[in-house]
């Protein structure tokens, strides 16, 4: 007897437009930041930071007590946010977003690819290449969002306007994340091709069981404390040579 196909994970025009967002081609610059890790090799002597498997050790920690803790469950809490049109919330979840950015950098990387991704959000919805607002925000984000709207509450929007479910545009948020950081590895490290898959093999295979923790955290739990990360970000924006934006 044949075995028939499981269950798709979602619809696959819906499937179709997270792959879009989570995809390096996106026009938001998430390419050129390396979110620390440029800095944490050059200072290998604090960080261990050097080669193929402290590389994947480094990440890998990252994912677990940074990215599962904060930007992916403010992104979640946006979602919901932004399915009702609740401004008040989405303001204080981006506030709260540029408030905890433990340096003057990672500020940067949430307001300049939060910006990009409103202003390819606009003209997508503009011409017609993507879904128009469940709810019709009072205000277009770039504005209501004040001094910019961060990264993770702009995937969300994006995430709502595809009408994706919570756990679909999770797996996306860091699936993107992950790939950035391996091509960033590749870039700085530097590590091969080969070794470059191995690295985003190891934050795949990792990536769920972090998506379930994030999906667990509540307001009051979400935290952004990294401090080695913090230091080592504030020195890449003084650094002597680098290849990727401070």
Not at 139 to 166: D, I, K, R, Y
Not at 192 to 211: D, K, S
Request: aromatic letters at 8%; one cysteine or more; charged letters at 15%.
């Amino acid at each position: 007897m044949l075995t028939p196909p499981p269950t798709p994970l979602c619809d696959p025009t819906r499937m179709m437009r997270l792959m879009w967002l989570a995809s390096p081609t996106l026009p938001v610059g998430g390419y050129s930041y390396s979110e620390g890790l440029e800095p944490a090799l050059a200072a290998a002597a604090h960080t261990g930071v050097r080669d193929e498997a402290s590389v994947q050790a480094w990440l890998l920690n990252q994912l677990q007590l940074s990215w599962a803790r904060s930007e992916a469950p403010l992104m979640l809490a946006a979602l919901a946010a932004w399915r009702c049109s609740d401004l008040a919330r989405l303001k204080a979840l981006n506030d709260w977003c540029l408030q905890t950015r433990e340096s003057a950098e990672l500020r940067r990387q949430s307001e300049q690819m939060g910006r990009s991704l409103a202003a390819w959000l606009a003209q997508a919805q503009a011409d017609g290449t993507w879904p128009q607002w469940p709810v019709a925000p009072a205000q277009a984000p770039s504005q209501a969002l004040a001094p910019a709207p961060t990264w993770p509450v702009m995937f969300a929007a994006a995430a709502a306007c595809a009408q994706a479910s919570a756990e679909d545009t999770l797996m996306a948020f860091g699936f993107g994340w992950a790939e950035a950081q391996a091509q960033a590895a590749i870039k700085a490290t530097p590590l091969g091709q080969t070794a470059g898959q191995r690295v985003l093999a190891a934050l795949v295979a990792a990536l769920p069981a972090a998506a379930k923790a994030a999906l667990q955290v509540n307001d009051a739990q979400r935290q952004c404390f990294s401090p080695l990360l913090a230091i080592i970000s504030a020195q890449h924006e003084t650094q002597y040579t680098r290849i990727f934006r401070s």
